[in-house]
């Protein structure tokens, strides 16, 4: 079932039923378009080099003569720092921004105040270097480091930007968008699919229909779009989904105005058809509970993987070596509270929402299961995804339907890195990496995934080559994570050299089990160090960078 928050538009669209329903695929729309919730943020744009020859400059047409012999006074010579910047630089910015401040030729910057819509314009101009933005302080990171546009938030939530193009040590780099993968997309219905571009390089194998038959799924709802434009959409500077070269295979199991058990069989179906094409991962942004007829409906007693007959086709489906990601349910805080049917199935993902800044959802279901495993296995945006509508515009959406293949997509690019794993090492490599994995809760469950370093992980352990101790992120902020592949709770002694081999930091730490944190401090400055890991009597040397 499709839960339209957005009633006004979807009146007439379907019956009401009771307070909650089965297919939970909630898909909360913001009443207006994506560009009309958008505020003016504080920026600098930053400009090309000027090309200008220093020699040829007249100091006097540029500076008065009192500062010209100041600088003569002590030496000073004219630099590029003191050409002006071009006016038609400005003139052309000033008519795209909400707000064009004063300009620095010093830094060869201009202050605006923009919205996102035209911070995609700013990127395309061909004379702006970089965006950064100003705010707590001046960030060194470019506002768009990658052209994600509308997606960044979402992409950078769970680090995958470093594996769309990542750079080994400096040198290599590795691009992974989910080229060569396959992915299965079971929902309930992907009108826009065929009519809105979202992709040039869209590529849907194949389609099927197991409500109506056939292979017509362009009809009835267009959640299934949506939830495929959070992986396939890529447009630079204005919208990349997680997995934009990956293969699509769209199938319909949902009927829109009913709920019965047949569904659940349809879903099966879909599976197995998916199995049979060779996909290599399912996403199910579906899920139930209580149906039309009361009779048929489960109880939060059957959370236990093993009752509901979709749950067992879950875990037949995982048994084929296919990853199986699905949506924790729409259901938190209401009378069912918990995750819904499949999200308790054994041997598959199921996925969480949280909010921009990593919060649980409210609306996000619960685990655990009842007989105590951890669900939802992590967690990604679901709150304020960024999603296309069957219009062909953006919007904010809430909702697990979201974060499933989100999480989905970033899983077929880690995939895609390390092809000899299996789709449980993945699941594994993905839960290690998350950001509570020893605090899991029944909201979050192991967290919001790092994808980078489940790269880390999972090429370590198929190489069988696991080294001693992991770090990340490398380059690092602030902070240093430290993974302890063998899971025991040692002493940790670092020491942080420079090239020069002078010690600039020391600590020593509690593990636990597997992960360790450490803030080397703010006065470090940038740069390539050598850190010194002791541990058990053993030592480890890795060359890290420390970012601005």
């Known amino acids: 079932m499709v839960q339209w928050r957005r009633a006004n538009r979807f009146r007439n669209y379907r019956r009401m039923r009771r307070s909650f329903k089965i297919a939970v695929i909630l898909f909360l729309f913001s009443t207006s378009g994506l560009w009309a919730q958008q505020l003016a943020s504080p920026y600098a744009v930053s400009f090309i080099p000027k090309s200008v020859l220093i020699d040829t400059l007249n100091p006097s047409s540029i500076l008065s003569n009192r500062a010209v012999e100041r600088r003569s006074k002590q030496g000073i010579e004219l630099s590029k720092t003191d050409v002006p910047i071009q006016r038609t630089y400005l003139s052309k910015i000033k008519s795209i921004v909400s707000h064009k401040g004063p300009a620095s030729k010093w830094l060869n910057m201009?202050?605006?105040?923009a919205t996102p819509e035209e911070l995609v314009q700013l990127m395309s101009l061909d004379f702006v270097e970089s965006i950064i933005p100003i705010r707590g302080g001046m960030s060194q990171q470019e506002i768009i480091e990658l052209p994600y546009g509308y997606s960044e938030s979402q992409t950078k939530q769970i680090s995958l930007?470093?594996?769309?193009?990542?750079s080994d040590n400096g040198y290599d780099e590795i691009v992974a968008l989910g080229e060569g993968m396959l992915i299965a997309v079971l929902d309930a219905g992907f009108v826009g699919a065929n009519s809105i571009t979202i992709s040039d390089q869209l590529k849907t194998t194949t389609t099927r229909n197991f409500v109506e038959g056939g292979t017509n799924v362009y009809q009835g709802s267009s959640h299934g779009f949506s939830v495929l434009s959070t992986m396939a959409s890529y447009q630079q500077h204005f919208f990349i989904g997680t997995a934009p070269q990956a293969s699509y295979a769209l199938i319909k199991t949902e009927k829109e105005l009913?709920?019965?058990?047949?569904e659940m069989f349809n879903w099966i179906a879909g599976a197995e058809f998916a199995d049979s094409i060779g996909a290599d991962i399912i996403n199910s942004s579906l899920g139930y509970s209580t149906f039309d007829d009361p009779a048929d409906d489960y109880t939060v007693a059957d959370l236990d993987g093993r009752t509901s007959i979709i749950s067992l086709g879950a875990v037949a489906a995982a048994r084929t070596g296919m990853l199986v990601v699905t949506s924790a349910g729409n259901a938190g805080g209401s009378s069912w509270d918990k995750i819904t049917f499949p999200a308790d199935a054994d041997s598959i993902l199921t996925v969480g929402s949280v909010t921009q800044y990593?919060?649980?959802?409210?609306f996000s279901s619960r685990g655990y299961t009842v007989d105590g495993r951890v669900k939802p296995n992590v967690s990604a945006r679901g709150e304020g995804a960024v999603v296309y509508r069957s219009d062909g515009t953006l919007a904010y959406a809430n909702g697990t339907s979201f974060s499933s293949p989100i999480v989905a997509g970033a899983a077929a690019c880690l995939w895609s890195t390390v092809p000899n794993a299996t789709a449980q090492e993945v699941i594994k490599a993905l839960e290690i990496s998350a950001s509570h994995y020893y605090q899991h809760n029944p909201r979050i469950g192991y967290g919001i995934p790092?994808?980078?370093?489940?790269?880390?992980y999972l090429s370590a352990v198929v190489d069988g080559e696991l080294p001693e101790i992991v770090v990340y992120p490398n380059p690092f902020p602030d902070y240093i994570t430290l993974f302890l592949p063998d899971g025991e709770s040692l002493p940790i002694h670092l020491e942080l050299r420079d090239l020069y081999q002078r010690t600039v930091a020391t600590a020593t730490l509690e593990s636990k089990r597997y992960k360790a944190l450490w803030a080397p401090g703010e006065t470090i400055a940038a740069g390539t160090y050598f850190l010194y890991i002791e541990r058990g009597g053993r030592m480890q040397v890795l060359r890290v960078t420390k970012l601005l």
Not at 161 to 166: D, E, G, K, Q, T
Not at 258 to 262: D, W
Not at 450 to 456: G, S
């Open 258 to 262: 009913s709920e019965t058990p047949e």
């Open 358 to 362: 990593g919060m649980a959802s409210n």
């Open 161 to 166: 930007h470093s594996l769309h193009v990542h």
């Open 110 to 113: 201009l202050y605006v105040e």
């Open 450 to 456: 790092n994808i980078d370093f489940a790269r880390q």
